[in-house]
């Protein structure tokens, strides 16, 4: 009986490797299948390339993919059961993402449910499911590809779906997620196909392309925005900032105002509002950044890296343990409401609900975000990025400010009027006139 | 196409091999106790006169389900340079193969009544 020797049998195995024959137990029985059948026709006399040619054309026009094929097939095959729960797990979460997509876009009411809803089914159940088939189809040698596209993909998912919530903590698990799938996922199977691939160079270079269409996300990620609006924003910020630094000085109109009582305490209202307005501004970049308290103050919006994370601010304006050294939104809230009411106080009451209109902070209106009743605090502070946060702090400064400026020269006008029959110049001349 | 070829036969339509190759394989391993691929395919051939051609592309897949099913079991030989794998049936498949050829029997025999049934009919005629 011939036997085949070890190049002929290296030449086989090759050959079946190359038809992507990749499960070692298959590549094992279809090789002692070849090699059997090739001996045998060997001893009837014929060569070994015929009887090679001949072997192989019993495979049929599938060939030996084929076979694989039909292997996993019939390895595969789930239950009916399981079928029915994964195929339908799969199209509710694909139709309440899709829904929750449109509300959202829409701003109708909901959206926030169905988008929960969709993506906790797809990574709580679907991919596990996913991931438990994928386990049993495929052999051992590929389990950490298939586990790594899991995490990956689960950590994407819920990494978008903080993301669209506003939920801290979306940046991190996205990335993480992402990087799983790029360090991990693409190079394995994409290494795994390069191993069983007829053409190489082909699959080299689709695995190239992949991992740079995911690196290419990385990077859009990180961007956000167009740079020049970006600039924009910021330059925003920082001349918001800068504005009330021209108010450093009222002293000398405040020299010429009568000093009441009711001045003076206005005076120190706003006085302490400024204060806790720059102290949180300052807190809010520390924090944020994770500077000291020194370089906050100096440093400009626009070299502030992470002004467009709104987790720390979010945290720090409204989580109430954290605000031991400075004030929570809501009490600066309350310190500018009490300005206003001292403000009005200032003005004869028949003006005072024009002046009232005319100032710019209404904590009192009621406030919509994406059909959702919410309030002013809520609605200016809440979920906003650093940058957005502190632009809004120096509006209510400047609002403050101004609002104060105006109290002052109101009294100051007021003052030399009622003093202009005793004795101002001017006021006399057009007297004696 | 394709399908067609999977189960080269040259007497039986697809079909009718496809539902029976289970049988086919335990009822043969009942009898030899332990065989390979190519010995399977090449019994078949030989028992049948030709009229049954098992492919690679059947009966290799069916193997490997039937393993992971728990009917069958493998060892391994070293042939020369290459692994030979042989198969034989579990205390599980040994019962499937008993109660799947009793249940082909009695098919078989349901079968050929009904068909001898159907043959008689056109003799009123003549």
């Not at chain 1, 269409?213 to 990077?219: K, P, R, S």
């Not at chain 1, 209202?269 to 100096?298: F, H, N, P, W």
């Amino acid at each position: 009986m011939s036997e085949l020797n070890e190049q002929q049998v290296a030449l086989i195995s090759a050959y079946i490797k190359q038809y992507g024959i990749a499960q070692n137990e298959l590549h094992d029985d279809l090789l002692d299948h070849v090699c059997t059948s090739i001996e045998n026709q060997m001893d009837e006399g014929k060569s070994f390339e015929a009887a090679f040619e001949q072997t192989i054309k019993l495979f049929g026009p599938g060939g030996l993919k084929q076979v694989q094929q039909q292997t996993f097939e019939l390895l595969t095959e789930m239950n009916e059961n399981m079928k029915k729960v994964a195929f339908s797990f799969g199209l509710t979460s694909t139709i309440l993402l899709l829904a929750g997509t449109i509300f959202k876009l829409m701003h109708w009411p909901g959206a926030a449910v169905l988008i929960v809803l969709g993506a906790g089914s797809l990574a709580f159940v679907y991919l596990p499911l996913l991931l438990w088939h994928k386990l049993k189809e495929s052999p051992s040698d590929e389990s950490l590809m298939h586990i790594s596209g899991f995490v990956g993909l689960t950590l994407t998912t819920i990494g978008v779906l903080f993301k669209i919530m506003h939920w801290p903590g979306a940046s991190v698990t996205l990335m993480s997620g992402m990087g799983i799938l790029a360090a991990l996922y693409v190079p394995l199977f994409y290494f795994k196909k390069y191993k069983t691939s007829a053409n190489k160079s082909i699959t080299l270079s689709t695995g190239l392309v992949a991992m740079t269409c995911l690196i290419l996300v990385f990077g859009l990620m990180s961007v956000r925005s167009s740079s020049e609006m970006n600039r924009g924003l910021a330059l925003v910020s920082d001349q918001l900032a800068s504005s009330n630094a021209n108010f450093q000085n009222l002293d000398e109109l405040y020299n010429q105002a009568d000093e009441s009582d009711k001045l003076v305490s206005l005076r120190k209202r706003v006085s302490q509002i400024v204060t806790e307005i720059e102290k949180l501004k300052t807190t809010l970049i520390a924090q944020s950044e994770g500077i000291s308290l020194d370089q906050a103050q100096k440093i400009e919006m626009r070299f502030v890296n992470s002004r467009w994370s709104f987790d720390i601010p979010t945290h720090v304006l409204f989580d109430k343990s954290t605000t031991d050294e400075v004030l929570n939104i809501y009490e600066l809230g309350e310190l500018v409401s009490q300005f206003e009411i001292q403000m009005l106080e200032m003005y004869p009451s028949n003006m005072q609900k024009a002046i009232s209109n005319l100032f710019p902070i209404k904590q009192d209106s009621t406030y919509e975000i994406d059909g959702e009743k919410v309030d002013w605090a809520i609605y200016h502070f809440h979920h906003v990025p650093l940058i957005g946060v502190v632009s809004e702090l120096s509006s209510i400064e400047l609002a403050v400010r101004n609002a104060e400026l105006q109290v002052l020269l109101y009294t100051i006008s007021q003052s030399a009027v009622s003093e202009s029959p005793s004795g101002d110049q001017g006021a006399s001349e057009a007297q004696s006139l | 196409m394709h399908k067609k070829l999977m189960y080269i036969c040259l007497m039986y339509s697809n079909e009718l091999i496809k539902g029976t190759l289970k049988t086919i394989v335990l009822s043969l391993l009942v009898k030899k106790g332990r065989m390979y691929g190519y010995e399977i395919t090449q019994h078949v051939k030989e028992e049948t006169d030709g009229k049954i051609q098992l492919t690679e592309g059947a009966l290799y897949p069916l193997l490997h389900r039937l393993e992971a099913d728990g009917l069958l079991e493998t060892e391994k030989e070293n042939i020369g340079k290459r692994v030979r794998k042989y198969y034989r049936l579990t205390e599980n498949g040994n019962n499937q193969a008993t109660s799947l050829a009793a249940e082909f029997h009695e098919f078989s025999q349901t079968m050929n009544r009904l068909l001898n049934n159907f043959s008689l009919k056109p003799s009123y005629n003549v």
